[in-house]
């Protein structure tokens, strides 16, 4: 059975950094991208980062140039770099394997990590 687990999320200060993690236990095969997606209180759960099985990464432009995505395959796990955190990026943080494998797709979901951004 597939699991991810997320962790790192704690409060922070506003300009602060932060390291997330998502460590999948378990195969999950025909792996499409690993991301990071976040969820505000009363808002939807948006995208924050994307990176595919082939190194390719993708940002929202409210983080591009802020976060960093990274996977280190060697230990099943993906992170998410946060620098200059503002307190519009505090949310509950969740970590996402999509799979696609003829023409269906399946995503496994962490249960989320708090991320708090306040002086």
């Known amino acids: 059975q597939v699991q991810l687990v997320e962790s790192g999320g704690q409060l922070v200060q506003p300009g602060g950094s932060l390291r997330l993690s998502c460590a999948a236990s378990g195969t999950i095969f025909n792996i499409y991208t690993m991301g990071w997606y976040r969820q505000a209180p009363g808002k939807q759960r948006e995208l924050v980062a994307t990176?595919?099985?082939?190194?390719?990464?993708n940002y929202a432009n409210y983080v591009k140039g802020r976060f960093t995505i990274s996977e280190d395959n060697a230990k099943n796990t993906f992170y998410l770099q946060m620098n200059s955190l503002k307190p519009e990026d505090a949310a509950n943080y969740y970590c996402n394997v999509r799979a696609v494998r003829a023409g269906y797709t399946r995503d496994y979901w962490g249960q989320g990590t708090q991320v708090t951004v306040s002086s």
């Open positions: 990176i595919t099985s082939g190194g390719n990464t």
